[in-house]
């Protein structure tokens, strides 16, 4: 990993823009590293392996722990206890259920949905249409804070297409009075901060390939 690699990007995001550290695959000693240098924030998508590093580092300064990974129904109520922000909502029965878990375990998860921009079969989300449709409905569910949209853009589109379905979702999150959109990755982050993301999820520009 390369702390300078880091640092540099950071400096070039404006600050209403937030590094999301995807630290999926990467060991607890190097999230410590990034921790140090001011990154907070953290993103696992597998809650087995994120819940071994929390055990690690929970003696240290608290870490902000996203999920954003694909949501496993029988998971739901050990990512409502250990996470603050799940960014992978991707359908109107799994938030529900997050809201009646939330609201047993006394927690207020701060929440993305997914949405789905593409007919992209390796992705999953809420239809825009749909999504609209439920809002009403959405927006009575107890225990958690809507903060956002999240998408994932399919791989092989030009940087033009990138951009336009980036603002699609960014318009989205607007006409919604959503603050937050998590879209931009690796690979697509610069595109991404032009058309209004608030959250970057970057994990091999920080810290490098994965074992």
């Known amino acids: 990993m390369d702390p300078l690699n880091y640092l540099k990007i950071k400096n070039k995001i404006p600050s209403n823009v937030n590094i999301l550290a995807v630290s999926k695959g990467f060991k607890s000693q190097e999230i410590k590293t990034l921790q140090n240098l001011g990154q907070n924030d953290f993103g696992e998508s597998k809650f087995q392996e994120a819940f071994e590093k929390q055990l690690i580092l929970k003696e240290f300064n608290p870490i902000t ?9 029988n998971k739901i109520r050990k990512i409502v206890t250990n996470f603050k922000y799940i960014h992978s909502v991707d359908s109107f ?10 609201r047993e375990e006394n927690k207020n998860p701060l929440i993305m949905l997914q949405v789905k921009l593409s007919d992209d079969p390796t992705k999953g989300g809420f239809n825009p249409e749909l999504l609209m449709l439920k809002w009403a409905e959405i927006k009575e569910l107890k225990n958690i804070t809507l903060s956002g949209l999240m998408t994932i853009n399919p791989k ?3 940087s033009k297409e990138n951009t336009e379905l980036f603002k699609e979702c960014r ?7 959503l603050p937050d959109c998590s879209m931009g990755m690796s690979s ?6 032009e058309a209004g993301s608030t959250w970057l999820r970057l994990g091999s520009l920080i810290f490098g390939k994965r074992y």
């Open 188 to 193: 697509d982050w610069e595109e991404a901060i």
């Open 156 to 158: 092989g589109i030009s």
């Open 65 to 73: 722990w996203h999920f954003i990974g694909r949501i496993q129904s």
């Open 93 to 102: 029965e799994k938030l529900q259920k997050i809201s009646s878990i939330s």
């Open 171 to 177: 318009s989205l999150a607007d006409s919604l009075q």
